[in-house]
């Protein structure tokens, strides 16, 4: 089950990004990234009440909050080196850092993935980067420096901590905690790009089909925040964080239902490999 759980929170952070993608295309992203989680409190608000849970642990708070600003920043991170172009570069650095730290914590952490399961997990992180690379378009000057490569592996690690945060906030809270490790998450990054937005008030703010695809990419990247706590309650993190950072290929694939993109071969190796991983990870 918590295979399935960590798969589907991939799946759906895969559509919120693809949501949020397409609003940052006509606004700045620091402000689709602040409002989308502003839009996402009161279906938190529904999830937290239909749940039952005793009070939280400190601990288990802390975690959430800490996960909540790290994956702000990666955010960020990830959408400034998107708009400087070498999209080739930028996506498979960050999808490939942010699933293969958390496998490197969970091992050294004394996770007992062996076997036919952690050669899905290497199917995995293959697929995620061969999933990631995209076409340059027509025309367009792709410059690779090592400010991109650094902001790309920067957003990796952000998403990184983010998995492990949230990992340790299950931790230590345990199911008794229910869902108040993700309102701290969300409140903290709320509080840290409203803060950054403080500093940089001449941002674009998202209108008419922007402000629609933030309200769709908020409720669905909250959601998937809370698979992804439910699967890291019953699943070893080396596992799960790898199968939740599948979320490429959901984006990838909408990518060419709704923009009508072409998928090059190598995306469909990629897509191949999730397929695997997936089968692999349940053994």
Known sequence: MFAALA????LVWGVGDFAGG???QRAGAMPVAWLSKLLSLPLLAV??????STSPSPA??????????????GMILFYRALSAGAMTVVAPV????SAAIPV???????????????????????????????RPHPGEVTVVTARLVMMAVGSGVSF????????????????????????????????????????????????GAALRWTGVAG???????????????????SVVAPLAALYPVTTVVLALLVDRERMRPVQVLGLGLAVVALILVNR
């Open 160 to 207: 990184a901590m983010f998995f492990v945060f949230l990992a340790q906030a299950s931790d230590a809270g345990g199911s008794q905690a229910g869902l108040w490790p993700i309102a701290a998450s969300q409140l903290s990054a709320l509080t840290v790009a409203g803060l950054l937005l403080l500093l940089r008030r001449n941002q674009r703010w998202p209108r």
């Open 7 to 10: 798969a589907l929170s991939g």
């Open 47 to 52: 999830y937290v009440a239909l749940t039952s």
């Open 104 to 134: 490197g914590v969970g091992l050294a952490s004394g996770d007992q993935t062996t076997g036919v399961r952690l050669v899905g997990v290497v199917c995995a992180l293959l697929a995620i980067a061969l999933v990631s690379l995209s």
């Open 60 to 73: 288990s708070l802390g975690w959430g909050a800490l996960g909540g600003a790290a994956g702000i920043f």
């Open 22 to 24: 397409k609003a940052a």
């Open 94 to 97: 960050t999808g490939v850092t």
């Open 219 to 237: 409720p669905l990247d909250m959601t998937a925040n809370v698979l992804y706590l439910l699967a890291s309650r019953h699943g070893e993190l």
